[in-house]
């Protein structure tokens, strides 16, 4: 594994109708939805981590802590960078940071837990039974 403090990841997205608070059900508005700010953040988090795994390996979310500063209309282009700030064993720190043409929406923290693929979803599947 060759993850390493400092390590950085860019994703962008544009706002359109599907990724609206109106649409997505957490807010009434047309405007880029919190939801859809942090899945792009554990988006470019998770491609960050995946990208230095090894096979077999791969990450879950498990702590989320962000703003969301400023609404974003249809039309705008979200970027997001997020930075790996700590690793402390299994556990994965990123620093997340959003922005829109006109400048920062959102910032926080995501934590991210290294898992073994097959035997996370066996014990997930287990609870079915």
């Known amino acids: 594994m060759a993850?390493?403090?400092g390590m950085k990841w860019q994703e962008t997205e544009e706002v359109t109708n599907d990724n609206t608070a109106a649409v997505l059900g957490s807010?009434?508005?047309n405007v880029y939805a919190t939801p859809a700010m942090i899945l792009l953040m554990e988006k470019a988090s998770w491609t960050?981590?995946?990208k230095e795994l090894e096979e077999g390996l791969t990450t879950v979310g498990t702590l989320v802590n962000v703003k969301h500063l400023s609404a974003s209309p249809i039309g705008s282009t979200i970027t997001c960078n997020t930075e790996l700030i700590e690793i402390d064993r299994k556990r994965l720190v990123f620093h997340v940071e959003a922005f829109d043409n006109a400048g920062k929406i959102g910032e926080g923290t995501h934590e991210r837990f290294?898992?073994?693929?097959?035997?996370?979803?066996?014990k997930t599947e287990a609870k079915l039974k």
Do not use: C, R
């Open 48 to 50: 960050l981590a995946g």
């Open 114 to 122: 290294i898992v073994e693929s097959e035997k996370f979803l066996a």
């Open 3 to 5: 993850l390493e403090v």
């Open 27 to 29: 807010g009434g508005m």
